[in-house]
Every structure is written in C-alpha cells, then in structure tokens.
Nanobody, 115 residues
Framework: QVQLVESGGGLVQPGGSLRLSCAAS????????MGWYRQAPGKQRELVAA???????NYVDSVKGRFTISRDNAKNTVYLQMNSLKPEDTAVYYC?????????WGQGTQVTVSS
C-alpha cells in the first residue's frame, strides 16, 4: 500500500518561510521522480517543483529563487523549502510520486500566506 503523507503547511505572513515534508512508504523511493504541486481555489493544479532520482530539479518560473526541493532517500522523504512567501503562493500543496506510469498523490497540506 502506497502512502504519501505531507506535513508542514500552515499560516504564514508575506515574506515568511515554511518547509513542507512528504514521507513516502510502499514504493522504492529512490527511483521515483518526486514533485510538489499546488492548487489554489478556482485554479488548475500546477507543478511547482520536481526532483528526479539523480537529483536534478525543475521549478515553475514563479518560485525560482524562492523555493528549493530536496530529497532524502534514506528517509524516503521529499522536502519543499519555501522562502519569501507571497499571498499568491496560497494553495493546497500536494506531494506526487511518479515512475514508469505509476503515479501517486498525497492528501495535500494547506499553505496560507496572509497578513
């Protein structure tokens, strides 16, 4: 049984930071591409950042220089460090695992950026 469990969301003021974590179980974590997606009310889900088995990363333009994705294969965990947060970063953030057509999602964690 595959499980992706996100944590670390919450309410933060503009300019603040949060670190999201996603703990995976039931998969060979090291071979999976891991991603963070987000979905704001009334908008489509978008890919925010991805990290591949070899460690290479991709980011959506709007978060480049502010967000950092990383993974710890020993802990089966992927992280998203979010700095300089803006109100437009407010969304539900989802963890995703993808390999060979196999795709899994976490339940999501709410991030709200507001003063």
């Amino acid at each position: 049984q595959v499980q992706l469990v996100e944590s670390g969301g919450g309410l933060v003021q503009p300019g603040g930071s949060l670190r999201l974590s996603c703990a995976a179980s039931g998969i060979i974590f090291s071979i999976y591409a891991m991603g963070w997606y987000r979905q704001a009310p009334g908008k489509q889900r978008e890919l925010v950042a991805a990290i591949f088995g070899g460690g290479s990363t991709n980011y959506v333009d709007s978060v480049k220089g502010r967000f950092t994705i990383s993974r710890d294969n020993a802990k089966n965990t992927v992280y998203l460090q979010m700095n300089s947060l803006k109100p437009e970063d407010t969304a539900v953030y989802y963890c995703n695992a993808n390999w060979g057509g196999m795709r899994y999602w976490g339940q999501g964690t709410q991030v709200t950026v507001s003063s």
